[in-house]
């Protein structure tokens, strides 16, 4: 059962947006659209496999065979996403998820989770630059070589996989000119203890 | 089983004791590779992560890797060193680290790393994280803003001084020291002549008084970079040959 290098079966945990969400037991080397019509998912945007440390697949590889040779998920775990989803708020969770669950121990993942967070959290809110696609790669890099167990090595896989996959999340978010410098933003803490909005913000939005 | 090992840095033959780290065997060998959370007195921590070094095509940190017999290991290549780089740059942003105005400026290990591998600005920004000061206890100063959490004084207070001062509370990039007691270093049995005060890295455990006894530009690292000769840590050797950079 199975094929020749991925033999036998494999548990998944299929839940998300689907219909009939569960533990199924396949045959590894059945493809994962045969998975996704039996757990009841249309409209399928991306299918993250691997839980959060896993990658986003994306349509166009829903024709593979789920094993260690094509789409493979190591826990189980397989996150249905429909087109309704926005998928980098999903990648800004799991980032979430990744600061929280970093014990602290070493530098590359204490410190990388929370930078690479934080260049999501600046591309979602419509300050992403043209460098930080390289920026976030390198980030990912350092991690992925220098942090002590699993968890700093896999945890910039959301990010990595939708780079690869999904480039249309990023590219148009990514303003191809320099970051340019917030005012308003970067006064608003001031000003609410302040109880007033400084005269150079109030000059910007005039002009 | 052989009492010797031999194994390569960068093509050069090193030879080891059984059980020896890479670190170790290097240091005999005047390979200095940088070092932070790394100090002989205390046990290995391989937190920090600064003595990334390739094994047999895998980065693992030197201090914590045993040597073995016809490894390679890749130090010096540009890969590795804008990988330890790179680290020790997250340690300074994590921080708050104003070197001109830290009274361990010149005899900072993380200071001296830092203009070993010639960082001039980090590739990250910086975090500027609330970070509190105890200066509850009558001779010694602890700084959070400098912790780089390296577990050397840790360890130090129960290995060498016998006591419990020290302990890591909290997770993730919330982790900080914490001291054994509700009313900051000073409800402790914490003394100046700890090991602990002392093998601090950087400013986070100050004697207090002391400050600018030895004036800037006569302190360990302000002639020689670390990891020569005249460097305060006793792992490290002479090692103008293998310059940082």
């Known amino acids: 059962m199975g094929t020749e290098a991925s033999s036998g079966t494999k548990l998944l945990s299929i839940c998300g947006d689907c219909a009939r969400p569960g533990i199924y037991e396949i045959k590894l080397g059945t493809p994962l659209s045969e998975i996704l019509s039996l757990a009841g998912a249309t409209d399928v945007q991306a299918v993250l496999m691997g839980g959060a440390a896993g990658g986003f697949v994306p349509p166009g590889d829903f024709g593979k065979p789920i094993c260690f040779s094509g789409v493979y998920s190591v826990s189980g775990a397989v996150v249905v996403f429909n087109q309704q989803r926005n998928l980098l708020d999903a990648v800004a969770y799991y980032m979430e998820f990744f600061c929280h669950e970093s014990c602290g121990y070493c530098t590359p993942c204490r410190v990388g989770n929370e930078l690479l967070k934080s260049c999501i959290d600046r591309i979602r809110a419509g300050d992403g630059t043209a460098e930080d696609k390289e920026y976030m790669l390198s980030l990912a890099g350092v991690m992925k070589k220098a942090s002590r167990c699993g968890l700093g090595q896999t945890s910039p896989n959301p990010i990595l996989s939708t780079l690869t996959s999904f480039p249309e999340l990023y590219e148009p978010r990514l303003k191809i000119e320099k970051f340019k410098f917030n005012l308003k933003r970067a006064t608003e803490e001031a000003s609410a203890i302040a109880g007033h909005t400084s005269l150079h913000v109030k000059e910007e939005r005039m002009q | ?245």
């Open chain 2, 1 to 245: 089983m052989s009492d010797t090992i031999k194994f390569r840095i960068d093509g050069q033959e090193i030879t080891a004791k059984p059980g020896q780290s890479i670190i170790e065997a290097a240091d005999e060998h005047d390979v200095y590779i940088p070092r932070l959370c790394y100090h002989p007195k205390v046990p290995c921590h391989a937190s920090c992560r600064a003595c990334a070094v390739k094994v047999n095509g895998r980065v693992q940190p030197a201090c914590s890797f045993p040597a073995s017999d016809g490894a390679e290991v890749e130090f010096d290549t540009d890969e590795m060193k804008d990988l330890r780089r790179s680290i020790v740059e997250m340690l300074f942003i994590e921080g708050n680290h104003f070197c001109p105005s830290c009274e361990k400026s010149g005899d900072c290990e993380l200071q001296a790393v830092a203009y070993r591998m010639e960082i001039e600005s980090p590739r990250y920004p910086f975090q500027f994280p609330h970070r509190d000061v105890d200066a509850s206890h009558p001779d010694i100063l602890i700084d959070h803003d400098r912790c780089i959490l390296c577990s050397r004084c840790v360890d130090a207070s129960r290995i060498l001084d016998g006591k419990n001062v020290f302990e890591f509370v909290q997770r993730g990039i919330h982790k900080k020291l914490a001291v054994n007691s509700d009313a900051g270093l000073g409800g402790t049995n914490m003394e100046l002549t700890d090991e602990a005060v002392h093998i601090c890295p950087v400013g986070a455990i100050l004697p207090k008084r002391v400050g600018f006894k030895v004036p800037i530009g006569e302190r360990h690292y302000d002639s020689a970079p670390i990891g020569s000769t005249n460097g305060h840590n006793p792992a490290t050797k002479d090692l103008e040959s293998h310059p940082e950079k």
